[in-house]
């Protein structure tokens, strides 16, 4: 359904609901208006916009620091546009200083989204999963926790401060800098890297705040728990930024492979892989765009 004006100003209002609701909150990954409203219709509260997807999809490049503030927030604003889920929007390192930081919140506000999280990484960033990640000092990102706070218009959107020290210094480090970002006046903390499920435990008890994980990634240990397991040991909330790009991806390689080995799509292709035309017509709006054609069509009566 897609979003109304009166929807749109309690995004982070409601956000902030469900965060003290539940225990733990999903949010999977989005990267456009279709996979965001597909995660609504199978029935999830909130949604994350994942920059490495939104990155892969729209541009065909690796997360190493290509889009700039434009980029994900034009693909923002179309997504806070096409539902009225609550999104937290992937915002890099702020793209740049403190300046940059500061627009970023003013914008990323603007074009609907609920909440966002920043990273402790030098420009160029690069994935969280990718080697060769380089943090600035503490201090410095602090700096910039304490921008984004001051930047906000409504004092519901959430700031969440990401670090991605693990690779670069320690995991006691990650939790040493999340607690300097909670101070500064963070609302969450989020460790983007790979963690097993006793790392995920050790931050979720030094962290002094709410706690984020990056959840569903190939590979992590401790990223592949349910919401009870993660709400027991004190994760609040898990983002997962690749969920719906990796689905996709296999689905659509799958389908594309057997159409090149059989020389076309068949009914059985068909059957197996595609939804159904009428259903998937319905589910984009056309009937209520119909409707609402016809009831300014000229021959219309009263």
């Known amino acids: 359904m897609p979003a109304t004006p009166a929807a749109k100003a309690t995004a982070a209002s409601r956000l902030r609901a469900l965060l003290k609701a539940q225990p733990c909150l999903l949010a999977p990954g989005t990267y456009d208006c279709l996979s965001a409203m597909l995660a609504a219709e199978a029935g999830f509260s909130a949604i994350s916009i994942s920059g490495y997807s939104t ?13 700039g503030l434009t980029d994900i927030e034009t693909i923002a604003r179309r997504i806070c546009a096409a ?3 609550p999104a937290i929007c992937d915002a890099d390192t702020g793209y740049g200083g ?3 930081v500061w627009q970023t919140v003013r914008r ?10 920043i990273e402790d990484q030098a420009d160029p960033k690069k994935c969280g999963g990718l080697p060769g990640r380089i943090v600035i000092p503490a201090a410095e990102m602090a700096a910039k926790v304490r921008a984004a706070c001051a930047a906000r218009r409504n004092p519901d959107t959430l700031i969440v401060a990401r670090s991605d020290a693990r690779a670069a210094e320690s995991i006691t480090a990650v939790g040493e800098r999340l607690n300097i970002y909670l101070e500064a006046g963070a609302d969450m903390a989020l460790a983007a890297e790979n963690y097993d499920l ?5 931050l979720a008890g030094v962290v002094k705040g709410p706690f984020a994980i990056c959840g569903g990634v190939p590979g992590w240990g401790g990223s592949h728990e349910n919401a009870a397991t993660y709400g027991a040991i004190g994760v609040n909330l898990v983002i997962y930024p690749f969920s719906s790009l990796f689905v996709a991806a296999r689905a659509m390689r799958q389908a594309y492979a057997q159409m090149a080995r059989e020389g076309g799509f068949s009914k059985q292709m068909a059957t197996e892989h595609m939804v159904d035309f009428r259903d998937f017509s319905q589910f984009i709006g056309v009937d209520v765009w119909g409707w609402r054609e016809g009831q300014f069509a000229e021959d219309k009566k009263d």
């Open 83 to 85: 539902t009225d889920l």
């Open 108 to 117: 990323l506000e603007e074009a609907g989204v609920a909440g966002l999280h």
């Open 198 to 202: 006793d790392e995920v435990k050790y």
């Open 98 to 100: 403190l300046n940059n």
């Open 55 to 67: 990155e892969a999809s729209q541009f065909g490049l690796p997360d190493l620091g290509f889009m």
